[in-house]
């Protein structure tokens, strides 16, 4: 049956084999929908996610059908084999397979905005903020204020410049790289995975540069007046001082901040596509 530009769709109701494969895919894609930023945000409604997830995975079915199911086709998933339906656990152990691959490819972008929380916390400490947390939509947990206003920022960000579409287009390319029903744990993937969540204060650090090196530097001058002039109320004058030039340096923030993130994001774009290579590819 053709679809559009002869796309081949899924004829789910006809084969026992088709709908585990249909199920392969849906399992990978939700991976991603349970961790990648935007796509599992809980202001999201449930019925939106999983309407989402069945309709990309029922897209990348089509797309993938002759390349696993047709006549002649490139990858054979091994529990799918001529010989008959595997058992239940062969397969129950499959999806979580394909659920934990779809779960890392998301985990390599979530760094990118556990980064940008990072940073706000650095930032609303240094302004004495440290007390203000309000709930996160993303992680569903309580966070700090300046922490929201970066998540907001990266959410802006990512979707202004089309960076979003960066999460699909990855799992798309992991059908090729790393086929249904393979899945390897090489040490190499732990290093990535390790090296990249170490990076993660590194480029918190970096997006909270300008305010944090502004406020260090405040403080010790207010430090310097302390021990100068002990009879001054240094917390009176330091606490809307440090509030007042925050403000402004987040202002200097704001203005490279879509810079800085497209560098941070191409970085853990790349992140994702080596994980999926060293699964594929076991090296």
């Avoid at 559009?4 to 392969?24: C, T």
Wanted: hydrophobic letters at 55%; aromatic letters at 14%.
């Amino acid at each position: 049956m053709i679809v559009g530009a002869g796309l081949s769709i899924v004829p789910f109701i006809h084969s026992v084999e088709d709908i585990i494969f249909f199920f392969y895919i849906f399992a990978r894609v939700g991976g991603l929908f349970l961790i990648a930023p935007l796509l599992s945000n809980y202001f999201m409604p449930v019925s939106l996610r999983i309407f989402l997830t069945v309709m990309i995975s029922l897209l990348l079915g089509m797309v993938l059908y002759s390349d696993y199911r047709g006549p002649d086709p490139t990858f054979v998933i091994k529990e799918l084999t001529h010989n008959g339906i595997t058992s239940l656990f062969s397969l129950t152990v499959a999806m979580i397979q394909e659920l934990s691959i779809g779960f890392l490819i998301g985990f390599s972008f979530i760094i990118l905005y556990e980064a940008t929380l990072l940073a706000g916390q650095f930032i609303g400490v240094m302004m004495g903020f440290s007390i203000t947390e309000i709930l996160d939509p993303v992680s569903n947990i309580s966070q700090g204020l300046l922490g929201q206003l970066f998540s907001l920022a990266t959410v802006l960000t990512i979707v202004s410049f089309d960076l979003h579409h960066q999460f699909i287009k990855v799992l798309a390319h992991s059908f090729t790289v790393l086929p249904l029903g393979q899945y390897h744990l090489p040490y190499e993937l732990l290093q990535d995975i390790t090296h990249g969540t170490g990076r993660l204060f590194q480029h918190g650090f970096q997006i909270g540069a300008i305010p944090f090196s502004i406020l260090f530097l405040v403080t010790i001058a207010l430090g310097f007046m302390a021990r100068v002039m002990p009879e001054m109320n240094i917390f009176m004058v330091g606490f809307p001082l440090k509030i007042f030039i925050g403000y402004y340096g987040l202002l200097l923030t704001m203005n490279f901040f879509p810079f800085v993130l497209r560098q941070i994001f191409a970085e853990y774009y790349n992140l994702a596509n080596r994980v999926i290579h060293h699964m594929g590819t076991g090296l």
